[in-house]
């Protein structure tokens, strides 16, 4: 999905960048640009250096989770999502298959493997630096099932 950021003084118009980003990268640039700081316990990183062109440039790795159980890690061009409740891994090239209509097949298992344990590395990492919450503290039950699915509670 294309992310859009207009900053007049940091980029020319119509720069396009081709490297994947996460929606809790959106935040920080937005802080960097007004001047506030962040939280050191703030996820996502700055996306700055891609808008200005100067500094250390973010991962090259993206990461997404959804409330029904997807996971997906994309080190382009490699996409590989993961669906929890079926069990299905399916690995596609982003650059020979934009839509994502057609996974590569089983001669790809090692690239498959190698991203799926980057991925849980990933979110080991980011269980350990979000806040649990503690479970009787939630009243309603469709937030503290949708709070588990995700991590926060456990």
Do not use: C, W
Request: proline share 10%.
């Amino acid at each position: 999905m294309p992310l859009v950021i207009r900053h007049p003084a940091a980029a020319q118009g119509g720069t396009r960048i081709e490297r994947p980003v996460e929606l809790m990268d959106v935040s920080p640039p937005i802080l960097d640009i007004a001047g506030i700081e962040r939280p050191e316990s703030f996820f996502g990183e700055s996306l700055m250096p891609l808008i200005t062109g100067k500094g250390p440039l973010p991962s090259d790795i993206a990461v997404s989770l959804t409330v029904r159980g997807y996971r997906s890690i994309i080190d382009y061009p490699s996409n590989l999502i993961l669906s929890n409740p079926e069990g299905v891994e399916m690995l596609f090239n982003l650059e020979e298959d934009r839509g994502e209509p057609s996974p590569l097949g089983t001669e790809h298992a090692a690239l498959s493997e190698q991203l799926r344990l980057v991925l849980q590395a990933t979110l080991k990492d980011e269980i350990v630096r979000r806040e649990i919450v503690d479970p009787a503290t939630i009243e309603d039950p469709e937030l503290l099932k949708q709070l588990r699915s995700q991590g926060y509670v456990v």
